[in-house]
């Protein structure tokens, strides 16, 4: 999974699947978490937006099934 840098809050890096519908996210503390069943939709407008740490705590956090990679 290619894995987009970013700087927003505490996100480092975030990365999409889109067969999978599997979104990681890499945090500032280098904990890698997945998460599954997650809409392009909603991968598009986290990418996309001009706070990207409020939308994903807002949209993604607690929304979708988690798992630690790293």
Do not use: C, H
């Not at 519908?21 to 890499?26: D, F, N, V």
């Not at 599954?36 to 099934?65: C, H, K």
Request: hydrophobic fraction near 40%; charged fraction near 35%.
């Amino acid at each position: 999974m290619e894995m987009k840098q970013v700087n927003a809050g505490k996100l480092r890096a975030i990365g999409y699947d889109a067969a999978a519908r599997s979104l990681r996210i890499e945090f500032d503390d280098r904990r890698v978490m997945e998460y599954a069943g997650v809409p392009q939709e909603t991968w598009r407008r986290l990418s996309t937006a001009s706070a990207m740490w409020s939308y994903f705590r807002d949209n993604i956090e607690d929304e979708y099934a988690a798992r630690r990679i790293k």
